[in-house]
């Protein structure tokens, strides 16, 4: 309901507890000009009372507002440069459609002074009815080494060119930038040097169809990271409290297609040194994730998305998993949103250190 009439309804409660005081009054005294006198300030209070609780609340209304995005770019010029750093960084734009809630994770492929065109995941096929639908895009570029920013904006779907690729999506160039993280959880690129492993495996059951407890034991990764100079199978591009992102040879899991329906989640194993020297202690986690889109890049790796579907809890005595727990996908999990914040504040504060 709205705020006005909050505001009579409140003073209409006070106003009526004082009502039978002031109509009695009226009948045991003579001075019925005197008594209207005094309806009419009250009265009178009541009317002020009202509007400044009205102006009060707009006031403050217009005030916050303006905190929840300051960092808004309208200036034609600064759009564009961002737009052409996003591209030549080959920054991914995620694509939300207001109603439906799908989300595409896009390729820039071309930019115009009208127009943003994006190549979304192989298995997709446009389909006309998409033409000026609207859409909210997230996306990021690096300012240096350890920083990024990210970016919101809303557009709309302008046309589905066709070229050598496949299909395309182009977008119309917004008119305003915000600032804003898009996640829910905070992301981040953890340099190698803090991975101390990384495996992957298609998710494994036990007899009586239940998750598995001995991962290890059970079958041999179908991708494993290894420090080495060499080509690795495997690579964690980001990750959060929610997801991740990681890089699996494209040998390993063609047809693309045919793994996925095969194979909707994966269990990842994954060990994150608190400091890059390979003595430092380290965090052990087990997910189990869901991939949530994927596309390929240009070295030879399928990149997939996953969000966590559960997360396993550790024997605190022999490092084993105990039993495995379902995530919540608003809170996430929690040890790996706490590595995360950690890392992002250390990095910040080494600002203009190398990176290891």
Same mark, same amino acid.
């Given at each position: ?105 896009? *390729?820039?492929? @071309?930019?115009?002074?009208?127009? +943003?065109?994006?190549?979304? /995941?192989?298995? =997709? #096929?446009?389909? $006309? ?30 046309? *589905?060119?066709? @070229?050598?690729?496949?299909?395309? +999506?182009?977008?119309?160039? /917004?008119?305003? =930038? #915000?600032?804003? $993280? ?48 060499? #080509? ?125």
């Amino acid at each position: 309901m709205s705020t006005s009439y909050h505001a009579f309804s409140d003073a209409y409660l006070g106003f009526a507890q004082f009502w039978p005081q002031i109509s009695e009054g009226f009948h045991q005294t003579p001075m019925l000009g005197t008594g209207f006198i005094v309806l009419g300030i009250v009265l009178g209070l009541v009317l002020l009372f009202v509007l400044g609780y009205i102006l009060n609340k707009k006031f403050r209304q217009g005030g916050e507002s303006q905190d929840i995005s300051p960092f808004t770019l309208t200036s034609r010029e600064d759009i564009m440069q961002i737009l052409d750093s996003a591209w030549g960084q080959g920054s991914r734009m995620e694509l939300y459609f207001r109603i439906q809630g799908q989300h595409l994770s896009c *390729l820039i492929q @071309d930019l115009t002074k009208n127009s +943003i065109t994006v190549e979304p /995941p192989q298995h =997709l #096929k446009p389909r $006309q009815s998409w033409i000026n639908r609207t859409v909210i895009v997230f996306f990021s570029i690096r300012i240096d080494r350890k920083k990024r920013l990210y970016y919101k904006f809303d557009s709309r779907i302008i046309g *589905l060119p066709v @070229d050598s690729s496949g299909p395309m +999506i182009q977008l119309a160039v /917004p008119g305003a =930038l #915000k600032l804003e $993280q898009k996640r829910m959880h905070l992301r981040l690129e953890p340099p190698p040097a803090y991975i101390k492993s990384l495996k992957v495996w298609p998710a494994l059951t036990d007899s009586q169809g239940a998750l598995a407890k001995d991962i290890m034991h059970q079958e041999q990764p179908l991708a494993e990271y290894v420090h080495s100079g060499g #080509k690795p199978q495997l690579r964690l591009e980001d990750l959060s409290g929610g997801g991740m992102s990681i890089s699996i040879w494209n040998k390993l899991i063609t047809p693309i297609d045919e793994f996925i329906k095969k194979n909707p989640t994966l269990i990842i194993f994954l060990q994150l040194r608190d400091q890059p020297d390979p003595d430092t202690s380290y965090q052990t986690f087990y997910f189990v994730g869901r991939i949530r889109n994927y596309f390929t890049d240009q070295q030879g790796y399928y990149i997939l998305g996953m969000q966590y579907v559960f997360c396993a809890q550790l024997d605190p005595d022999t490092g084993k998993i105990s039993r495995w727990e379902q995530v919540d996908q608003r809170e996430g999990v929690e040890e790996m949103t706490n590595w995360v914040v950690q890392k992002h504040l250390q990095f910040y504060r080494e600002k203009g250190v190398k990176e290891p």
